[in-house]
Nanobody, 115 residues
Framework: QVQLVESGGGLVRAGGSLRLSCSAS????????MAWYRQTPGNQREFVAR???????VYADPVKGRFTIFRDNAANTFDLQMNSLKPEDTGVYYC?????????WGQGTRVTVSS
């Protein structure tokens, strides 16, 4: 069974940065559909960023140019660098992967951006 643990959330002022990390219990090289989602207050969980099948990166429009998803193979994580944070980025951020045809999700890490 794959276990995912997010870390790096916290409180930051608008304009600041945070780096979220998703640590996996197995080699990230064996996974597919690695992605980050978030659930902002009063809204459903929404897509934030992911790796495409060809290794490219795909971003939701609200975060384009501000967020970057990348893999750290040495640490066996995939991370989300978030810059120029806005209050509307506040929410719980989740990482997810597909392994052996099954989706796995972490428990989430909370990000709060103050104005």
């Amino acid at each position: 069974q794959v276990q995912l643990v997010e870390s790096g959330g916290g409180l930051v002022r608008a304009g600041g940065s945070l780096r979220l990390s998703c640590s996996a219990s197995i080699d990230v090289g064996r996974m597919s559909n690695m992605a980050w989602y978030r659930q902002t207050p009063g809204n459903q969980r929404e897509f934030v960023a992911r790796f495409s099948d060809f290794g490219n990166t795909v971003y939701a429009d609200p975060v384009k140019g501000r967020f970057t998803i990348f893999r750290d193979n040495a640490a066996n994580t995939f991370d989300l660098q978030m810059n120029s944070l806005k209050p509307e980025d506040t929410g719980v951020y989740y990482c997810t992967v597909v392994f052996m045809g099954t989706s796995h999700w972490g428990q989430g890490t909370r990000v709060t951006v103050s104005s």
